[in-house]
């Protein structure tokens, strides 16, 4: 069972607002990724960090911003939430010492209206 | 950058068959490839990976091969039971040690 967590697992916002999805992993792990992914659709990077101080932009254009100030958190903020930016967003998280095996959280489904 | 497909997108099978699901990946330098598993409402989970110094992997009823002359690798399942049905996405490493992911097949698997 991989120790990674997201908050929330739902959200709806109205278009606008400010929100800042959550991801925490208790693994130790350097590296985490956040990804984009419509309901059983391909994962797109959006996010990805290789240690604390350390974030780049992934394959997918998003206008999301994350942070890594610590090496067990990975938030990702959205200044202001769009309907386009429905859609289902997936943090992970992997190390070297592991293969590179990447863990996945359980996702949070995010719906402005 | 690395370019993973996979085929078939969809794969009905009765229950007690095999199901296989085929992908190609185009960078020769990757060197891992995992498949993971997702439930509806759940993260993907990894079922099994292969590494290139490895051409089959087995785990019980599921199996990996890896040809890395064609670049192609393939999952395998078999004896199918209504809990597999999932949807299934392979990936392979980029130059750079990100996951390139495929764009995911959905299983049914009919009693």
């Known amino acids: 069972e991989a120790d990674i967590y997201q908050t929330p697992r739902y959200l709806v916002i109205g278009t606008g607002k400010k929100i800042t999805l959550e991801c925490s992993q208790t693994m130790g792990h350097d590296k985490m990724y956040w990804y984009q992914q419509d309901p059983g659709m391909e994962l797109h990077l959006i996010h990805y960090?290789?240690?604390?101080?350390?974030?780049e932009k992934g394959d997918l254009s998003s206008e999301s911003t994350v942070s890594r100030i610590r090496t067990e958190h990975f938030p990702l903020t959205l200044e202001s939430a769009r309907p386009s930016h429905t859609s289902q967003y997936l943090c992970a998280s992997s190390s070297a010492d592991r293969g590179n095996e990447q863990f996945f959280g359980p996702g949070t489904r995010l719906t402005v209206l | 950058g690395e370019n993973v497909e996979q085929h078939p997108s969809t794969l009905s099978v009765q229950e007690g068959d095999s199901a296989v699901i085929k992908c190609t990946y185009s960078?020769?330098?990757?060197?891992?490839f995992p498949w993971y598993k997702q439930e509806l409402g759940k993260g993907p989970q990894l079922i099994i990976d292969?590494?290139?110094?490895?051409g089959e992997k087995k785990d019980q009823r599921i199996a990996v091969t890896l040809n890395k002359t064609a670049k192609h690798f393939s999952l395998h399942i078999t004896e199918t039971q209504p809990e597999d049905s999932a949807v299934y996405f392979c990936a392979a490493t980029d130059s750079w040690g990100k996951l390139q992911f495929g764009a995911g097949t959905q299983v049914v698997v009919t009693p």
């Open positions: 960078d020769s330098a990757s060197n891992y």
């Open positions: 960090s290789y240690g604390v101080n350390s974030t």
């Open positions: 292969i590494r290139s110094n490895v």
